[in-house]
């Protein structure tokens, strides 16, 4: 099957017209009832089938089936907004208050809609089947996590490879960025110092976890710059240093909360038990005693290398060759797409950057898609799903 050379403008008006109506109405993770509603109404008016709705709450599968025989390809769009209010002054700039589309997933929902659009009108000629993922949570980390538990991959037709996109300002509108891996691990941690409170002016009657945890927080920043080698990337923030209520008084204890970063399994397991164990050796030092906390987080994104290969060549016919960018920049942020991939247990994947028209950054209250952006991001989506069907998907064998 020939991929699309280019979008019908009535299919790129439906997109700008979805997008903003999205981007009028954000709503917060695992909160998206209204989008959801919106995503059901499209996908129904497009003669799409609906495989789930209410999935964790508020997830939506859309499915197009072709050949009964063929692959399955589940493409991925997240719809939550982020607490940020809006500052673009468009006319369809957010209508509640608080709560912005600043991450672009009003335009991921958008492109993923119009991308089922289009393929439903090709139906049984598909070589195979589209699952449309209209995921609920992406900037918590874990709504992907949520869903796979749930079925969303092994549910009928199983899903034999999953692509996703995500808006990235850095590069320009009409070009896509690829990597190897294009996010980092994230796994959020909190250290609880007990000591023993006293009178500030007695300070040797009790134990102080304020100067503790001051010792806890420089000591951590060893475990980067000495333990872990140049050549590899991690980060160890904190973010979040709470203790005491008044400035005669030492408390009994502190709470201290940060984030580790890195972008290689072997490079995390380091950090988290040097940095447990530096913790609780200087907090026991000291007589204090210290529980250290840490949440799973999110894995990172490690893409199918032949799937990086499909999404380049479909990238280089469907936007041309000076579009296709490969990144070198070392990212330190995070993506929950990693629960749909092979690392975890899921299926071969490859997540990749869309351009869009905005000189603000993600998360900003600035932040815009951009009609480019979508137009883009159709293109490629629906490229994807013809190609991965149509047996270039060797990296699955
Ligand atoms: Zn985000
Ligand atoms: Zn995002």
């Given amino acids: 099957m020939d991929i699309l050379k280019e979008i019908d403008p009535e299919d790129l008006e439906y997109a700008r017209s979805i997008r903003e109506d999205l981007h009028r109405h954000?709503?917060?993770?695992?909160?998206?009832h209204d989008t959801a509603k919106r995503v059901v109404d499209s996908l129904r008016k497009s003669s799409v089938e609906l495989a789930a709705t209410d999935l964790i709450g508020t997830g939506v599968v859309g499915l197009v089936r072709g050949v009964p025989t063929g692959p399955t390809v589940a493409l991925r769009a997240d719809m939550d907004a982020l607490p940020i209010t809006e500052e673009t002054?468009?006319?369809?700039?957010?209508?509640?208050?608080?709560?912005?589309?600043?991450?672009?997933?009003?335009?991921?929902?958008?492109?993923?809609?119009?991308?089922?659009?289009?393929?439903?009108?090709?139906g049984g000629q598909l070589p195979g089947s589209v699952k449309f993922i209209f995921q609920p949570a992406e900037e918590q980390g874990n709504g992907a996590d949520h869903l796979v538990r749930a079925?969303?991959?092994?549910?009928?037709?199983?899903?034999?490879?999953?692509?996703?996109?995500?808006a990235r300002p850095q590069i320009q509108a009409g070009q896509i960025e690829l990597a190897a891996v294009p996010s980092a691990a994230s796994n959020p941690f909190s250290i609880r110092i007990q000591g023993r409170g006293t009178h500030a002016a007695y300070p040797h009657e009790g134990i102080d976890p304020i100067a503790i945890g001051a010792?806890?927080?420089?000591?951590?920043?060893?475990?980067v710059s000495r333990r872990v080698a140049p050549s590899e990337a991690a980060v160890l923030s904190i973010g979040s240093f709470q203790?005491?209520?008044?400035?005669?008084?030492?408390?009994?204890?502190?709470?201290?909360?940060?984030?580790?970063?890195?972008?290689?399994?072997?490079?995390?397991?380091?950090?988290?038990?040097?940095?447990q164990r530096m913790a609780q050796q200087i907090a026991e030092a000291m007589g204090a005693r210290c529980q250290v906390d840490m949440d799973e987080g999110t894995p990172r994104v490690r893409n199918d290398d032949g799937l990086v290969e499909l999404v380049r060549r479909v990238g280089i016919e469907s936007l041309g060759k000076e579009q296709v960018l490969f990144s070198t920049e070392i990212t330190m942020g995070a993506e929950d797409f990693s629960f749909y991939l092979r690392e975890q247990g899921g299926v071969p994947g490859c997540l990749f950057w869309l351009g869009v028209?905005?000189?603000a950054p993600i998360h900003s209250p600035t932040f815009d898609f951009g009609v480019e952006g979508l137009r883009s991001g159709i293109l490629m989506m629906a490229n994807i799903a013809i190609r991965f069907l149509s047996g270039d998907n060797q990296s699955c064998a």
């Fill in 26 to 32: 954000p709503e917060l993770a695992f909160a998206e």
């Fill in 215 to 223: 010792q806890i927080v420089c000591a951590l920043q060893q475990v």
């Fill in 243 to 275: 203790a005491g209520q008044r400035g005669n008084i030492i408390p009994d204890e502190a709470l201290l909360r940060g984030t580790i970063r890195t972008r290689d399994p072997k490079v995390c397991d380091r950090v988290t038990t040097e940095f």
């Fill in 357 to 359: 028209d905005c000189d």
């Fill in 151 to 166: 079925g969303v991959l092994s549910d009928s037709p199983a899903v034999d490879a999953v692509f996703g996109l995500h």
């Fill in 89 to 122: 002054g468009l006319a369809y700039a957010s209508e509640n208050p608080g709560v912005m589309h600043a991450c672009g997933h009003d335009g991921h929902t958008a492109i993923a809609l119009t991308v089922a659009r289009i393929l439903a009108r090709l």
